[in-house]
């Protein structure tokens, strides 16, 4: 059963810089320089809060850089540590559907989730970098480049600005005229990822703390390992504080399954009148965080198109869908870098939901594989 914790963190200029009481930033500056993991996979902020960079690092003065969230990010967090880091001990932060994309590769043996501390982060939604810069002027008239900070928060997105002053918009409000979230983070149920060691957020936690949610043995001993190193203060969290975070929790998901229907009702016939549109530049494939084979079934020869013939793409996204369809985790990344736009995310979230309407699966979230999934495409990139 779940531990529900508030946590803060002792460091001043963690406390400062970090995000709600400055937890995360707290436990992986512990599991770092109490050596139980070789280094932190993050993201930080580049140039401005729209650039977020993933970022390894060894050394535990650069946690800092590291501290406070941005929903402008990728989540390529999974696919980073299957190409590169599969036999490194390290620490990620994960967004829930960066959970998935890894428990989804651990499945296929290209993850060793032994190696692995996993420090949750609950998730509300991202926000294209364009979209974002632009939303700023439009809806709250000032200059992007004056946003320190941005937070999604009780239906609305909050932005801090340099003077210190905050403004907000309703998401509702921001969503109708097509800016707020990436549609595939507006259909997405799963917003607090247990499947990680621990989940971190906002919801429900006291002024100056982040409510944990402890879901793991392994979380257990990271959180009291964090306490006896005097890096977190810890108290519970209160019966009526649990009750407020599940209920923003049941809120977001009903909003995701109400925006799933909307979004999804006019994909029945995206064989014949989306992918037909497809380039096959194989960049849904390659930006795919689950999708990780040594050798890529499209790619063997019995696929190539006759050089004399119409390209077809409906043998590339036919083989895809049968390959990945179970296991897509909704993080839109396909259909972000579509130069074509065809609903990618759409398509594939259409199918998955159907068959876990049909068998209970759930992509990420269930400890088995896929029932129509094939062992043959169990090898990982090294």
Excluded at 52 to 63: M, R, V, W
Excluded at 90 to 109: F, L, Q, W
Excluded at 277 to 295: E, H, S, T
Aim: with cysteine.
């Amino acid at each position: 059963m779940a531990k529900y914790l508030q946590v803060k963190a002792t460091d001043p200029e963690i406390l400062e810089r970090g995000e709600n009481g400055g937890a995360v930033t707290s436990l992986l500056k512990y599991l770092l320089e109490s050596n139980k993991v070789e280094g932190v996979l993050n993201i930080k902020k580049g140039k401005d809060v729209y650039d977020g960079i993933p970022t390894f690092t060894t050394d535990a003065n650069e946690i800092i850089d590291t501290a406070g969230s941005l929903h402008c990010a990728p989540t390529m967090i999974s696919d980073i540590i299957a190409r590169h880091l599969t036999d490194e001990k390290i620490a990620v932060t994960t967004k829930p559907c960066d959970a998935m994309a890894i428990n989804e590769i651990i499945k296929r043996s290209g993850i060793n989730r032994d190696n692995l501390y996993m420090v949750g982060l609950n998730c509300g939604g991202t926000v294209r970098p364009k979209v974002a810069e632009e939303m700023i002027k439009l809806f709250y008239e000032v200059d992007p480049q004056d946003v320190v900070s941005e937070e999604i928060s009780k239906g609305k997105f909050f932005v801090e600005l340099k003077d210190g002053t905050e403004k907000s918009v309703e998401i509702d409000d921001l969503e109708d005229e097509g800016f707020g979230r990436r549609e595939n983070c507006q259909r997405c149920a799963l917003k607090i990822p247990r499947e990680a060691d621990v989940a971190c957020g906002n919801w429900g936690s006291s002024k100056g703390y982040t409510f944990v949610e402890v879901n793991t043995p392994k979380g257990e001993e990271l959180i009291q390992g964090a306490l006896d190193g005097g890096y977190i203060e810890v108290k519970e969290a209160s019966e009526k504080q649990v009750k407020i975070r599940k209920k923003v929790e049941n809120v977001m998901i009903k909003m995701a399954k109400k925006t799933q229907k909307k979004h999804l009702k006019n994909t029945e016939d995206a064989f014949t009148n989306e992918f037909t549109k497809c380039l096959k530049c194989y960049r849904c494939r390659d930006v795919c965080p689950v999708c990780n084979c040594k050798v890529c079934s499209v790619e063997e020869r019995y696929y190539e198109d006759n050089p004399e013939a119409e390209p077809d793409p409906l043998m590339l996204h036919g083989v895809r869908l049968g390959h990945m369809a179970f296991s897509c985790v909704n993080c839109g990344q396909c259909e972000d870098v579509c130069p074509m736009e065809i609903p990618l995310a759409k398509i594939y979230q259409r199918v998955q939901l159907k068959y876990n309407d049909e068998t209970g699966y759930l992509a990420g979230q269930n400890e088995d594989k896929p029932m129509m999934y094939s062992g043959d495409k169990e090898e990982i990139v090294e």
